[in-house]
């Protein structure tokens, strides 16, 4: 289900001429010339849904990508989730990350989670770039176990690594720019346990597959990951020209990912081309304007019920707002995982879904 699981070593299986993975010399060359490239045109969302070997819808995939700044500095926010159940048993991961536009993670959060009944499993993955050092953080509970780890690397050591979020924009601009295809893309990442491993991007060239009822010409990436384990585990992708995601797959598992209906790619080329759009002028709209209105007393009641049947909910915010303001914590969200985390631990048959009524 994970969109990007990442690998466990097997018992017994190591290999006895191991050695610390690297960079390839062409990948890391490539990561460098990414810094002069405007990225505007591939920030937008995708969402797929994820459907079994049986063709029965199970799950969904989103990703989100838009500008910011991370502590004063241009980059990227990468935010993917993806979620549902496969043989009844719910599981799923999420990544938010800053990235700039060499690829280089400066934070990251990734959680990964199968709620099996009798032996549960939660992973949380931090990678913080302070300075010149990175630091990786994990939190792996297992059942009743709860195992921490952290791990410090210099920025040689990264050289070349290639973060969960990383990745999602990575593989947008592989689509844009197809002058990589002849290059050896390998390059760094980390597995469950926190080790690097080797990642490689290679081109699956054009084909012509049937997206949303409609014949498209398609652009597939193979990404294979390779442990210091006897394991390979490959994922491919085939995106539309625009950097959309169509198809998603891990090879040898029973679900795929598929885009339903095809994007409206209109307003992410005027972006991307700067064409002046014509303001629209609702308020001198009458009909606009009463529509408007209307929508919005509607979402207001809306909301309002909702916070009258849940009075908890007003002093949980100010709880955690005050908390937040007297911490004043460099990493939010670092903070408010730990905050809320608690509330998971002391309720843990009460967790609403999106979709709860």
């Known amino acids: ?21 690297v960079a390839s ?11 002069a490239y405007n990225f505007s045109d591939l920030l937008f969302t995708d969402s797929l849904v994820t459907f079994s070997d049986t063709g029965k819808e199970v799950g969904e995939f989103t990703i989100c990508m838009e ?26 991961t999420s990544v938010i990350a800053y990235i700039t536009s060499s690829m280089e993670t400066l934070d990251q959060q ?44 210099t920025q040689q050591e990264m050289r070349g690594f290639i973060s969960e979020g990383a990745n999602l924009l990575l593989q947008r601009q592989l689509v844009r720019q197809r002058n990589w295809c002849d290059l050896d893309m390998t390059f760094l990442s980390l597995d469950s346990e926190g080790s690097f491993y080797n990642v490689k991007y290679t081109s699956l060239g054009d084909e012509l597959k049937s997206v949303a009822g409609q014949e498209v010409m398609l652009f597939g990436i193979e990404r294979s990951l390779f442990t210091s384990y006897d394991v390979v585990t490959s994922w491919k992708a085939w995106f539309l020209s625009s ?12 679900v795929s990912m598929e885009l339903i209906q095809m994007p409206d790619t209109t307003s992410q080329s005027d972006d991307a081309a700067g064409v002046n759009k014509q303001p629209l002028y609702w308020k001198k709209d009458l009909q606009m304007q009463s529509q408007f209105h209307d929508r919005k007393e509607e979402q207001r009641a809306d909301h309002s019920a909702y916070l009258r049947q849940h009075p908890e909910l007003r002093a949980l915010l ?18 408010a995982a730990e905050y809320f985390a608690s509330f998971s631990k002391k309720y843990p048959d009460h967790q609403a879904s999106a979709g709860e009524s």
Not at 243 to 254: D, I, K, T
């Open 67 to 92: 500008k910011t700044k991370h502590q004063s500095q241009d980059c990227y926010l990468i935010h993917a989730n993806s979620h549902g159940v496969v043989d009844g048993v719910p599981c799923g």
């Open 25 to 35: 010399d062409e990948a890391v060359k490539y990561l460098r010339s990414l810094q």
């Open 318 to 335: 100010a709880d955690f707002l005050q908390f937040l303001l007297l911490r004043k914590p460099t990493h939010v969200y670092n903070f």
């Open 243 to 254: 950097g959309h995601l169509a198809y998603r797959l891990q090879v040898g598992s029973p």
């Open 1 to 21: 289900m994970d969109f990007n699981l990442s690998v466990a070593p097997p018992n017994g299986t190591l290999l006895k001429d191991a050695k610390f993975p």
């Open 110 to 153: 990734h959680h990964e989670y199968v709620k099996l009944d009798n032996h549960p499993l939660d992973r949380k993955t931090f990678v913080l770039k302070e300075g010149a050092t990175f630091t990786v953080r994990q939190i792996i509970t297992q059942g009743d176990e709860v195992t921490r780890t952290l791990h410090t690397h």
